[in-house]
């Protein structure tokens, strides 16, 4: 089945969980046009957003994302859509609406670092002592 992968806001490089699962996969990004109404970013956010998204997507559209990513995946003959996860309620709220439509894969974001699943992190300085070796590698 032909994938689709979906760039979003929160995962927004060629290093994407999702498109490094997918690598021959066309990348969608959507500028929000509901989000951005509401959000009122600033003309240098947008901008950075669009830097990021022409390095690492092969197509920006503007729209309402659920319409504009059933549209792509038509445009591809594509029936699944691949998607890095967020926490971000609007992500969700797409991800819900675009599963009753197509295929949703979300692809688990990876941490920077493994933790024990029973650590309990309560302040940063001694987190980061700890695991953040790790990550500087």
Do not use: N
């Not at 009753?100 to 941490?111: A, F, H, L, N, S």
């Amino acid at each position: 089945m032909k994938t689709l992968v979906w760039l979003h806001g929160d995962s927004l490089a060629e290093q994407d969980p999702a498109a490094m699962k997918y690598p021959e996969a066309p990348r969608v990004f959507v500028f929000d046009r509901p989000f951005l109404e509401k959000a009122k970013l600033s003309f240098k956010r947008i901008f950075f957003l669009y830097e990021c998204a022409a390095e690492a997507a092969q197509e920006i559209r503007v729209g309402e994302t659920a319409e504009e990513l059933k549209d792509a995946l038509a445009a591809r003959g594509a029936g699944r859509l691949a998607v890095t996860a967020s926490v971000s309620p609007r992500w969700r709220e797409l991800v819900e609406e675009l599963t009753k439509r197509v295929e949703v894969e979300v692809v688990p974001k990876g941490d920077l670092v493994e933790v024990p699943a029973d650590y309990e992190a309560k302040r940063f300085t001694p987190f980061w002592k700890k695991f953040g070796r790790e990550w500087e590698g």
